[in-house]
């Protein structure tokens, strides 16, 4: 398995048959490099959204186009996009799961919000999600932005994945400090993977906080564009 950070939320995501973009926000991403883009995208299966906010959706439907992978994320705005951008898309919702290729594809709550940009203000995007990605005998807990929830107590207990890639950005999300409370409570991590976090001087810039309250977990930091191998 290779996990790519792609800056801020945005994950390239090798595992199975599939190489799956998890809210690959690249244009206008301050601490993406644009000339790595097409690196970035080569050979995308599936785009993955956890919400409609522009930081996660923003190059979703030139991707789409772009790559041929399918959008998936909550039907809500699947559905919308489908009708009117004429995308293909794999819509569901919580407790769903799907299977792309020979990956399972379970939708879990987040908690926060999710809208798109509009004219007169945001527009309602269907409601936020994480994920967990099974495949490879491992199995990947995507937050999306989120705080800590007592719905991670049984998200833990029954999906119990071993790597986490959890915001911890603060301000918008969990903190550093939080996301390490809810590993250590909720969780059995063998890796976690900080995001959402560095890509503005509102966030938290350094992880070290994660990394000192997880004395038995690997908290892995990669710089941008730095493939992980599990």
């Known amino acids: 398995m290779k996990i790519t950070w792609l800056g801020h939320a945005g994950f390239r995501i090798e595992i199975g048959d599939q ?10 991403n301050p601490v993406f490099p644009e000339d ?3 690196e970035a995208v080569s050979g995308a299966t599936h785009i993955l ?3 409609g906010h522009g930081d996660h959706t923003g190059d979703a439907l030139a991707l789409t186009r772009e790559t041929g992978a399918p959008l998936v994320g909550i039907f809500d705005l699947m559905s919308h996009w489908e009708a ?14 799907v299977m792309l290729g020979d990956v399972r594809v ?15 203000g945001p527009i309602y995007a269907g409601a936020e999600a994480g994920y967990m990605i099974a495949g490879e005998g491992h199995t990947i807990y995507v937050s999306g ?4 929830m007592a719905d991670m107590a049984w998200m833990g207990e029954i999906h ?6 959890l915001c911890a950005g603060g301000h918008f999300t969990m903190d550093m400090a939080r996301a390490a409370w809810a590993a250590q409570r909720y969780f059995d991590f063998e890796t976690v993977i900080p995001c959402h976090y560095k890509t503005f001087p509102l966030l938290e810039q350094s992880a070290d ?18 493939t992980l191998e599990i």
Request: hydrophobic share 35%; proline share 7%.
């Open 160 to 165: 119990q994945p071993d790597i986490g890639i």
């Open 106 to 120: 379970t939708m879990v709550t987040a908690s926060h919000s999710s809208s798109l940009s509009g004219p007169h």
């Open 84 to 97: 009117t951008e004429e995308v293909s898309v794999v819509g569901f919702n919580k407790g769903g799961s």
């Open 36 to 38: 790595r883009r097409d």
């Open 19 to 28: 190489i799956l973009l998890v809210d690959p926000w690249l244009s206008g």
């Open 49 to 51: 959204l956890t919400h």
């Open 145 to 148: 932005d989120t705080d800590i």
């Open 209 to 226: 906080v994660l990394i000192d309250s997880l004395p038995d977990v690997t908290v892995r930091t990669p710089e941008v564009m730095e």
